[in-house]
């Protein structure tokens, strides 16, 4: 198993490559973990950042893999690790029968989950006064690397050749917030639906509380197999500041579709992503983590990188003491309230690449 210390080091820092082509290409713009690239260390996969200004200058240096594959990792010229980058997903190569390249469908995270973002457009990320600071949803779309509606029938088509020819375990459906009510909870389910009678492949649906939760029901149906609602940050300010547009969503509004997600998909199957160094200082995380995990919510905390292109693109990263403050005592209150990521069916929490967070829950590491 990796030292979280070091998975907190290379996250903070992020990575120069010798050999910038190792691996599968690193993520530019889009939903999720952006402008990184993936590692594995000791056998566990994380996504470290290579495409950012921190980056640009880490003290941490990957040289080119040798004939094995294997590549060694230095801080200031001395050696660290040896790691190995996953290979480029065979379903790379495939296009759908109307000529869509399959990666503009859906992408390869980590080295086995599959992830989309169903609609590329969002309510939010339309307006400047109302968007989520950190966001590139529009950023691959704008750049032609993706499509702005996925249907049913290609994310299913493309989920059944991941699955079979790059042993994808399972899939993170997101998307960007509809004008509706149902908050993309509607797309999703139609998705999800597609996929499960075309594979059989875990699902995670991502996407802002439906003001009905009725609609938790209706996704649960439809082959979802947990939900992640995403909080991003935890302080009224900084939610104002950073996201002011998400921000008009009450805590209390997240908190009982959180209740009521829980009591559809189970203890622990129902998640929210949490950027650390955003603002809220690591008590005020650490609270709000006590509170989601006294309901059955697991709060997958990850250091925030900034996205080139976007407002924060110059917000320096969390620094690894900051991630560690948070991390150690959060990794054994989520094994305390019955949780791990291990045990999630799908999603950000079980890949758990872009944080270190589940090697502390496997240390139990006191505060």
């Not at 290379?10 to 190792?22: E, I, N």
């Not at 991502?206 to 935890?234: F, S």
């Not at 900084?238 to 921000?247: D, L, Q, W």
């Not at 805590?251 to 559809?264: D, N, Q, R, T």
Request: with cysteine.
């Amino acid at each position: 198993m990796p030292d979280g210390d070091l998975i907190n080091d290379l996250q903070s820092h992020g990575m120069r490559l010798v050999d910038p082509g190792a691996g599968h290409e690193a993520r530019r713009g889009g939903a999720g973990p952006s402008d990184h690239k993936a590692i594995t260390i000791d056998g566990v996969t994380v996504m470290v950042p290579v495409h950012t200004a921190p980056a640009f200058a880490s003290p941490f240096l990957v040289e080119k893999p040798d004939a094995h594959g294997n590549a060694r990792v230095t801080r200031d010229g001395a050696p660290v690790a040896t790691v190995r980058f996953p290979s480029r997903p065979r379903f790379y190569d495939l296009t759908t029968a109307d000529g869509v390249p399959y990666s503009h469908i859906a992408t390869l995270h980590s080295r086995d989950v599959l992830a989309t973002t169903v609609l590329q457009t969002c309510i939010r990320y339309e307006s400047r006064k109302k968007t989520c600071q950190f966001c590139a949803i529009g950023q691959s779309l704008a750049a032609g690397r993706t499509v702005a509606h996925k249907t049913p029938e290609q994310l299913a088509e493309v989920a059944e050749a991941a699955v079979r020819l790059d042993g994808v375990k399972h899939m993170v459906l997101t998307t960007g917030t509809p004008a509706g009510k149902d908050r993309g909870a509607k797309v999703l389910a139609e998705s999800a639906r597609a996929i499960k009678a075309r594979v059989a492949l875990p699902l995670q649906g991502q996407c802002e509380p439906p003001e009905d939760d009725a609609w938790h029901q209706t996704m649960a149906d439809a082959g979802i197999d947990t939900l992640g609602m995403h909080l991003e940050a935890v302080t009224p300010e900084v939610r104002a500041r950073i996201m002011p547009g998400k921000a008009s969503v009450p805590l209390e509004k997240y908190f009982s579709s959180f209740a009521a997600a829980v009591k559809v998909f189970g203890w622990g199957q129902v998640s929210t992503y949490i950027l650390a160094g955003l603002g809220d200082p690591p008590e005020a995380v650490l609270a709000m983590c006590e509170r989601l995990t006294a309901i059955g919510v697991y709060p997958f905390v990850v250091p925030f990188v900034p996205i080139s292109g976007t407002p924060l693109e110059s917000h320096p990263s969390p620094s690894p003491e900051f991630m560690a403050a948070i991390l150690r005592p959060l990794g054994e209150m989520i094994v305390a309230a019955g949780m791990r990521s291990e045990d999630i069916k799908a999603g950000c929490g079980r890949c758990g690449a872009c944080s270190a967070l589940s090697v502390y829950e496997k240390l139990k590491v006191p505060a």
